[in-house]
């Protein structure tokens, strides 16, 4: 690990240098916007857990969120249109107040166990779509509140606000284009919120900002292309991909508390 991080350590007051680590970066990135421009989320769940094996979580995790500013803001100005702007109002206002909740979280509860919770749950919910042939649609926004707050104390805890947010998409019944441009529109700014407290905490350095140059080409092209092949998707097919994902997800949570609990 200390042979991995130290290319980036060294070079804080200098231009990064192109090293297996930064084409790995790269190409890790490239993937991982590939997904989140396509779908509207998994980004974070893919890059920054292949990450930790080269970069340490204080350069990886910074780095993760500047490119979701980058390509929430490229969605959001190409899709505004489609956001949904009530429900993305109050996912990111009850996602605020619910970060505090999600620190006491983080200091009372074993991370293994809500992990393992939470994955199972995830994976549980889409596992029933495939075998039930759907749930009940939510006719309105009147739920958003608690999908909201529960993202935002996963996100606060343990920086998993995603899975609740697609599983409220889900349930509306969103077009793709709808779920992948309202999902932009909690992601900015949230995350712009969440790259000043790294800001605050003295984690953006020049190391971070210098992977996000080296890695914003590649991200760049990524996002238009998962924008192409967005907008190619049929709602079922697209339903499938999303549940496919939820599933791949929860299992990934359940497997990681499974490694922390016995290693």
């Known amino acids: 690990m200390a042979s991995a991080s130290s290319p980036a350590r060294s070079c804080d007051n200098s231009i990064l240098p192109w090293t297996a680590t930064t084409w790995l970066v790269v190409g890790v990135f490239g993937v991982a916007t590939l997904v989140r421009a396509?779908?509207?989320?998994?980004?974070?769940?893919?890059a920054v857990p292949l990450l930790a094996f080269v970069l340490p979580v204080e350069i990886a995790a910074p780095v993760a969120v500047l490119?979701?500013?980058?390509?929430?803001?490229?969605?959001?100005?190409?899709?505004?249109?489609?956001?949904?702007?009530?429900?993305?109002?109050?996912?990111?206002?009850?996602?605020?107040?619910?970060?505090?909740?999600?620190?006491?979280?983080?200091?009372?509860?074993?991370?293994?166990?809500?992990?393992?919770?939470?994955?199972?749950?995830?994976?549980?919910?889409?596992?029933?779509?495939?075998?039930?042939?759907?749930?009940p649609a939510l006719e309105d926004d009147r739920l958003a509140w608690t999908f909201g707050l529960l993202a935002g104390v996963l996100g606060g805890a343990y920086g998993l606000n995603g899975p609740p947010l697609v599983v409220?998409?889900?349930?509306?019944?969103?077009?793709?284009?709808?779920?992948?441009?309202?999902?932009?529109?909690?992601?900015?700014?949230?995350?712009v919120m969440g790259m000043i407290g790294y800001w605050v905490a003295g984690l953006?350095?020049?190391?971070?900002?210098?992977?996000?140059?080296?890695?914003?080409?590649?991200?760049?092209?990524?996002?238009?292309?998962g924008g192409w092949a967005s907008r190619r998707l049929e709602s079922d097919r697209f339903l499938v991909f999303v549940h496919a994902g939820l599933i791949a997800i929860g299992v990934a949570l359940v497997a990681q508390a499974v490694v922390a609990a016995w290693f």
């Open 38 to 46: 396509t779908f509207g989320f998994g980004e974070a769940l893919i």
């Open 67 to 135: 490119i979701s500013i980058t390509v929430a803001a490229i969605v959001v100005a190409q899709d505004w249109r489609r956001v949904h702007l009530r429900a993305a109002g109050w996912l990111v206002l009850s996602s605020v107040l619910g970060i505090p909740l999600g620190l006491l979280l983080l200091r009372s509860v074993p991370e293994a166990g809500v992990k393992a919770a939470l994955g199972a749950v995830v994976a549980g919910f889409s596992a029933c779509y495939f075998l039930n042939g759907g749930w």
């Open 168 to 191: 409220y998409g889900t349930l509306r019944r969103w077009s793709p284009g709808r779920f992948r441009a309202t999902l932009q529109g909690y992601f900015l700014p949230v995350s």
């Open 204 to 225: 953006w350095t020049s190391t971070v900002s210098g992977y996000y140059l080296r890695a914003l080409p590649i991200v760049l092209v990524a996002t238009v292309l």
